[in-house]
């Protein structure tokens, strides 16, 4: 047995390639662990200072959540260090039990990791080598974060090789993989393996082969976390997808960011004993994990029953109770329920088709591209598929949607399909009246004018006056429409009503209005011009997202010859949506046409996308063609100053 000054060896702990751990007594009984460094490897240099840097490290951390140092021996003949014994076993063990943990503790160990993580970035440390056996916990239910010896200290001299790699493969970052220079970000990509791998049971990107492993992490964007475990609420998959982002500029700005998230968790739970019932599952996870699924599923089941009572969308009942059978298969009601409703609603879970595929890698390369959530969706629907179609909807519902379009496509997929089925009954039968699609609020409108018309006519009997004012704004009205070809009384609708609303700059209610009439008439062949006031107005009100939607269906339905109007209107959408590659392919277009009108438009958005690039050459030549080409277009002003602004004279 090893000896040790003022330490009293219990027992050996574990002995890895480099250094053995073991359970002693201090002279005053206190229990301590010791970390001494092999002799053989003792004699490695490089690996002695990376040893006293880790020490140097952590003893500059003063942390409830970052393990401690006691002592330290730093040679010539031995090299050890002094810390807490720590009972609880490492998040490694314990995963390795339980597999899943469960959502409660799951949060509790990710704040814990969290802020003892944005407390060393803040001294100006990055681990760079997070990992579940490096995170351990004591028999009081406290977490520790453990083990800084490749961490890089920024007051430190950096000891490692430009482009050598250090880490372990299976939570390295893609810039770790690389061997590029990495920042405090980097641990937050490792950190978000660990959140994925604690609440689905799975490492995302872990195989038997180191290389294969490190290639994943470089390529592969993983599954959606609810996909592997429906119990994780959308805004903890939010987090997580966003921590695993590959470009670090796109992960969290701080460690608060993540903090604030997993907080808003506790909002609608009770947390009760928490730590207290956190240290019975430290020592009895199997028990435990099976007690804590028993009252998540009851509560499940209980939701379901009250929804159910109420006579709610089955759609959203089918969601809590399949989360109850689940986590409880032996509750015989949970079941009975839960098959009851799959044959009501004619669950049929289908197998992934390339079209699903490619949709669902594209989401998660951006989880919050709404408009492939609800294409996803509505191919879910059709197929019957409600279980992928609860986890569409739930993840949009997350997005906190503004768009009065979008919100009312994304609502549309949890409809019962009985209602539709009885609305186009009565359709055949002859009983369906369309004007209740009419919104009440138009209504109220045409009552409003036709009433003011009639007391108009009435009192003063001026219909000369009356006949002026109509014509009046009748050219005001195509006024606004001259960006079309087509004219208003050729339209299979009348639009007048909503191009007043726009004239009086009440968008709002002109948007929803077209929209109405689009969804009234969704395949007239004059749809596309609803469409194309839709998707100008929806720019207006910052919609763009369905402004895109909008115009490319106008782009694409319109006429060979009236095509041309809805080129800028896309390509300013296509720009704030922040498609800039879409952009500049259909002002291309534009811009080609030679039009006195839309070129020189197509020109200048063209220049101020370059300039947002840092393109200024082919900013300043776009700019120099609009001047030259088309002296008279009175963008001709706003592309001088640009030239004057940023240096292209």
Request: glycine content about 6%; some cysteine; overall charge neutral.
């Amino acid at each position: 047995m090893r000896e040790f000054e003022k330490y009293k060896i219990k027992k050996t702990i574990g002995t890895g390639g480099m250094a053995s751990i073991y359970l002693a007594e201090d002279r005053g009984g206190k229990e301590v662990a010791i970390k001494e460094i092999l002799p053989q490897i003792s004699k490695d240099e490089e690996f002695i200072k990376r040893f006293v840097r880790e020490i140097k490290i952590m003893q500059s951390l003063q942390h409830p959540n970052i393990l401690p140092i006691y002592d330290a021996c730093l040679g010539p003949e031995k090299y050890y260090i002094v810390m807490p014994y720590l009972s609880g076993g490492t998040l490694k063990e314990l995963s390795a039990k339980v597999q899943k943990i469960p959502m409660d503790f799951s949060i509790y160990i990710l704040q814990q990791i969290i802020k003892a993580l944005e407390y060393a970035h803040h001294k100006g440390i990055i681990h760079r080598d997070l990992k579940p056996s490096n995170i351990m916990f004591s028999g009081d239910g406290n977490l520790y974060l453990t083990d800084f010896g490749v961490a890089r200290a920024s007051t430190l001299t950096q000891l490692t090789q430009t482009g050598e790699i250090l880490g372990t493969p299976g939570y390295m970052s893609p810039e770790q993989v690389l061997g590029i220079p990495i920042d405090y970000k980097s641990d937050y990509f490792s950190f978000g393996i660990i959140c994925y791998e604690i609440l689905t049971g799975i490492n995302p990107f872990i195989t038997d082969n180191p290389i294969t492993t490190m290639k994943k992490i470089v390529e592969f964007y993983p599954p959606g976390p609810m996909d592997l475990n429906p119990s994780i609420p959308t805004f903890i998959e939010n987090i997580i997808l966003k921590l695993l982002k590959k470009d670090p500029k796109e992960r969290p700005e701080n460690g608060f960011e993540v903090i604030e998230e997993f907080l808003s968790y506790w909002k609608e739970k009770e947390a009760g004993n928490l730590k207290e019932d956190f240290i019975k599952f430290l020592k009895n996870p199997e028990e435990e994990i099976k007690k804590y699924q028993e009252k998540e599923a009851f509560e499940h089941k209980e939701k379901a029953k009250e929804m159910l009572s109420k006579n709610e969308n089955k759609t959203l009942v089918y969601w809590h109770i399949y989360q109850a059978y689940q986590l409880n298969p032996q509750d015989l009601e949970a079941f009975q329920i839960f098959e009851n409703l799959k044959a009501s609603l004619g669950e049929i879970k289908v197998q992934k088709d390339p079209v699903i595929e490619r949709l669902e890698e594209k989401w998660r390369q951006n989880p919050e591209n709404v408009n492939v959530l609800i294409k996803l969706g509505k191919i879910y629907k059709s197929k019957k598929d409600y279980l992928n179609l609860l986890k569409i909807y739930n993840r949009l519902e997350r997005l906190n949607i503004k768009d009065p379009y979008l919100k009312g496509q994304v609502q549309s997929l949890i409809i019962p399909q009985e209602q539709k089925i009885e609305q186009l009954k009565e359709i055949k039968k002859g009983s369906f009246n369309p004007l209740k699609a009419i919104p009440a609020w138009l209504y109220l409108i045409i009552g409003i004018i036709l009433g003011i018309f009639f007391i108009n006519k009435v009192i003063t009997k001026g219909q000369s006056k009356v006949a002026e004012e109509t014509a009046s704004i009748s050219q005001e009205m195509d006024k606004i429409f001259s960006t079309f070809d087509k004219n208003i009384s050729e339209l299979g609708f009348n639009i007048k009503p909503l191009l007043k609303l726009e004239k009086e700059g009440k968008l709002k209610e002109a948007y929803n209005g077209y929209i109405a009439l689009i969804e009234e008439k969704p395949n007239h062949p004059d749809v596309y011009v609803l469409h194309g006031k839709a998707g100008e107005i929806g720019l207006k009100l910052g919609y763009y997202n369905s402004s895109v939607e909008h115009l490319e269906v106008a782009y694409t339905r319109a006429p060979l010859l009236e095509k041309k109007n809805y080129i800028y209107p896309l390509g300013e959408a296509y720009f704030k949506n922040g498609d800039n590659s879409k952009a500049e392919d259909i002002l291309k277009e534009g811009i080609e046409l030679e039009d006195e009108k839309i070129s020189p438009k197509c020109l200048l958005k063209r220049a101020e996308i370059y300039i947002k690039q840092g393109k200024l050459n082919s900013a300043k030549e776009d700019l120099e063609n609009l001047i030259k080409n088309y002296p008279e277009a009175p963008e001709v002003e706003k592309a001088k100053n640009l030239k004057s602004s940023y240096g292209l004279e």
